[in-house]
């Protein structure tokens, strides 16, 4: 493990069969539909690209990106638009992947502007959930591994841009963010 890094939460082989589990709990909700898969980037793009290929239905994919922790370990709470989708999504089945759901308010602020372009049906993945962090309501439709209040890098997670690539979930020694 590298030396950033306290502990491992999530381990590769139980990402693997999580992801294998969560591909077919959708496939089997969303049978005989086409879906949406809208990533919020950039932090959903490894768990995304697992997941797609573990569902077995017709599917397109798009990005958004907005961002509200930039340099910091705490959410600003002012989620700013940086990238929007380049699909129309009125009458689709939007599903929503995420790496994390922590405070709940970048999700809450995705789930209101997308809402209001009418998809016929609009649901939540995310990977990782840290339910004792939310500040506003919101439960996801798929929910891969509840974890506990502690900073988590890898597997698509950063702190600072850095630490996406580590293929399992660690947390990080406060030390490693206190230097940079
Ligand atoms: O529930 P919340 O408290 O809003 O936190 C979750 C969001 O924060 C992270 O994104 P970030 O802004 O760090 O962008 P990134 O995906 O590019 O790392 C993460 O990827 C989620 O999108
Ligand atoms: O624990 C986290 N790690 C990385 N990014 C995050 N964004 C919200 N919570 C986290
Ligand atoms: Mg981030």
Known sequence: MKKDL???LVTE??????????????????QGKEILV?????????????????IKLPLQIDFMEVSS???STESSGAVRILKDLETNIEGRNVLIVEDIVDT???????????????PASLKICTFLNKPSRRKVALEAD?????IPDEFVVGYGLD????YRNIPYVAVLKPEAYQKD
């Open 142 to 146: 798929y929910n891969g591994y509840d």
């Open 13 to 30: 082989k139980e990402i693997k069969s999580k992801i294998k589990e969560m591909g077919e709990a959708i496939s089997q909700d969303y």
């Open 38 to 54: 809208v990533g919020i980037l950039k932090g959903s793009v490894v768990f995304m690209g697992d997941l797609v290929r573990k």
């Open 104 to 118: 709940g308010l970048t999700l809450s602020y995705l789930v209101k502007i997308l809402k209001a372009r009418k």
């Open 159 to 162: 702190f600072n841009e850095k």
């Open 69 to 71: 922790y930039g340099k």
């Open 6 to 8: 306290k502990k491992v």
